[in-house]
């Protein structure tokens, strides 16, 4: 009885795991789960990420805008004016490999092979370009062809860091490809899920255009016949004409989709007169210096005279000096700027605060923009590669740079006269070709503020503005410079050893010195 038993129960529970085993993956299905995913999706929440308050925060408030000194601190949390080595130096790197690159690549998988999607496939190679153009001018060498692609072939795992000559070939190459799969693209209604053109295909077409001759301006110093050939070929392909045209990202509603780079300067509105980033003195004396129309938009406001509420007036407007901490700054601030900063809870307020109008969390994050592309033909137009008049192209410039400033807020409007006097006082068509190269690098500088990557670039690649490089006796590198690059994220070290140590011996040394492949290096 006791064995008919057993047999039985066995019985049973074989019968009973049999029917498991069969229907185990019925059950562990979920009928209402996703089992494909979309590339648009992918698009739209990659394009999002490139303005991310994490990398933003650390690679453009600490230290890209202080290094190109646009703003100033001194905390030695702001690393960029006393080129400190910090971990956040990566967070470009860190961010953009396991988000955009990745969404982005993936989107470019999904609809490669689908005539149906080109418009996506086309939308999402230029936009991977600029980021990865980004990085690369960050860095120098990193990994390109292989880069985001994990989850089509493990080889890309670990992938290869490239010379950054090789990439900028193959950006070229993927921006004209990309450029004629929309000239011949079925547009699709997708408006919704595009943040920086609403689906408008002709203005994406210009935007690998305005990409290609950024690209070819980089390039200029170190392989100037592919330089001319490429700023030729895009700029009468078409481009901006107007800021309308301005590739930005739109953000918003408030609290949905926010600005990274707003949230990580004033977050929830807390900035106003009580965070020690401001205005860097070097930014603010240029303004000054050249009466300016645009100081009273860039700065919110000072207190010198703490009995009555902040100034806006051009002339109180005062820049916090770069590379100082919160003693040795005492010892270069005039008597009166002194008395304030003795003071604890106001000692900030005598220096020009960052505009709250322009860090709204639904402001435009800037990719790049029209008075850019007519500072670029204005240079062009001087080293004799286009043969029109560099003189309007710079008018123009020097225009659209300060109107676009009404895309953050209306009220920061310039009347046409204040702008024409501004440009009289400039005499641009009056100087030098080579002073006319300086004051275009000027302007560009002005222009790319809240774009500071760019300014930092283009300083890099042009020597202008001439800044002087502070002298903090903790700098990371000796002597004292302004950085060159960043250096490489941390945790690549660990992760991808091989091909980062080869990009490292190849480029020279993971430093702030070494410089990148078009700005004299290997």
């Not at 991808?496 to 702030?512: L, S, T």
């Amino acid at each position: 009885m006791k064995t008919k038993s057993i047999i039985t129960w066995i019985l049973l529970l074989t019968i009973f795991f049999m029917n498991c085993k069969k229907n185990i993956s019925e059950i562990n299905l979920n009928p209402n789960a996703t089992t494909s995913i979309n590339a648009i999706y992918l698009f739209t929440t990659g394009q999002l990420q490139i303005g991310g308050e994490y990398e933003n925060t650390r690679i453009v408030g600490l230290y890209v805008s202080p290094m190109i000194q646009h703003t100033a601190s001194t905390s030695y949390a702001v690393f960029g004016d006393k080129y400190q080595n910090n971990g956040g130096s990566g967070a470009y790197m860190e961010s953009h490999y396991t988000g955009v690159v990745k969404l982005l690549s993936n989107a470019i998988a999904l609809s490669n092979d689908d005539p149906k999607q080109n418009y996506t496939n086309a939308i999402a190679t230029i936009l991977r370009v600029f980021d990865l153009h980004r990085m690369t001018d960050i860095y120098g060498d990193i990994p390109y062809t292989q880069a985001g692609y994990g989850l089509q072939d493990s080889k890309n795992w670990f992938p290869i860091y490239e010379n950054q000559k090789d990439i900028y070939s193959y950006m070229v190459n993927d921006l004209k490809a990309a450029r004629d799969k929309l000239k011949t693209s079925a547009i699709p209604i997708i408006a919704k899920q595009d943040f920086i053109y609403n689906g408008d295909v002709s203005k994406w077409i210009k935007l690998a255009n305005a990409l290609l001759m950024r690209i070819a301006m980089r390039m200029s110093s170190v392989a100037p016949d592919s330089a001319k050939y490429i700023f030729i070929e895009a700029n009468a392909s078409g481009t901006f004409v107007s800021n309308f045209d301005n590739a930005t990202i739109k953000y918003g509603p408030s609290g949905v989709n926010n600005n990274g780079l707003s949230d990580g300067y004033a977050g929830s509105r807390k900035y106003a007169f009580y965070n020690d980033i401001r205005i860097s003195k070097t930014f603010m004396d240029w303004m000054k210096n050249n009466n300016d129309p645009r100081i009273s938009i860039i700065s919110g406001g000072t207190v010198v005279d703490t009995t009555k509420i902040p100034s806006t007036l051009s002339t109180e407007q005062i820049g916090l000096p770069n590379g100082y901490t919160d003693q040795s700054i005492r010892t270069v601030l005039p008597q009166n700027v002194l008395n304030i900063f003795k003071v604890e809870d106001i000692k900030y307020n005598a220096f020009a605060v960052m505009n709250p109008k322009y860090l709204d969390w639904e402001d435009p994050y800037l990719l790049i923009t029209y008075s850019e592309i007519e500072f670029m033909r204005a240079e062009a137009a001087i080293k004799s590669w286009i043969t029109t008049d560099p003189n309007t192209h710079f008018t123009n410039g020097v225009t659209a740079a300060i109107q676009n400033w009404i895309a953050f807020d209306p009220s920061f409007a310039v009347a046409d006269t204040a702008i024409t006097s501004y440009l009289n006082r400039r005499a641009f068509n009056l100087v030098s070709n080579t002073d006319k190269l300086r004051l275009i690098g000027e302007e560009y500088w002005a222009a790319t503020f809240l774009n500071d990557i760019e300014s930092w670039c283009n300083w890099r690649r042009t020597g202008y503005p001439i800044l002087k490089p502070t002298q903090d006796i903790n700098a990371a590198e000796k002597p004292n410079a302004i950085p060159r690059r960043l250096r490489y994220w941390d945790y690549e070290i660990t992760a991808n050893p091989e091909h980062i140590n080869a990009a490292i011996k190849r480029m020279g040394a993971d430093m702030f010195v070494t410089r990148v492949w078009w700005d004299g290096g290997k």
